[in-house]
């Protein structure tokens, strides 16, 4: 059962941006605190940004901070990243999950590579 899909991905020249965006079909999705986390090749899975229940609320892992907005819709079932002046080492597949990330199974993912 598909519970994410990811989309938005891309190739980009660095410092420009991509939306990326999520349909999550999970029980009580408006009640759950929300995430993107990215995988690049030959590295663990890790932790970009978090959003609220309501939206209200923002967490961001440092390296991301200022450059990446996480938001979400509860009307449909989606979250959104916005990620801005983009790196060569963002390159990575990208991927949404509760915040805890403990809802299997994952996604699939949508790629995004920066590269002149």
């Known amino acids: 059962q598909v519970k994410f899909m990811e989309s938005g991905g891309g190739l980009v020249q660095p410092g420009e941006s991509l939306r990326l965006a999520c349909g999550a079909s999970?029980?009580?999705?408006?009640?759950?605190?929300m995430g993107w986390f990215r995988q690049a090749p030959g590295k663990e899975r890790e932790f970009l940004a978090a959003v609220s229940a309501r939206g209200d609320i923002t967490h961001y892992e440092d390296f991301v901070k200022g450059r990446f907005t996480i938001s979400r819709d509860n009307a449909k079932n989606m979250i959104y990243l916005q990620m801005n002046s983009l790196k060569p080492e963002d390159t990575a597949v990208y991927f949404c999950n509760t915040g805890s990330g403990n809802v299997t199974p994952w996604g699939q993912g949508t790629q995004v590579t920066v590269s002149p």
């Open positions: 999970i029980p009580s999705f408006h009640l759950s605190t």
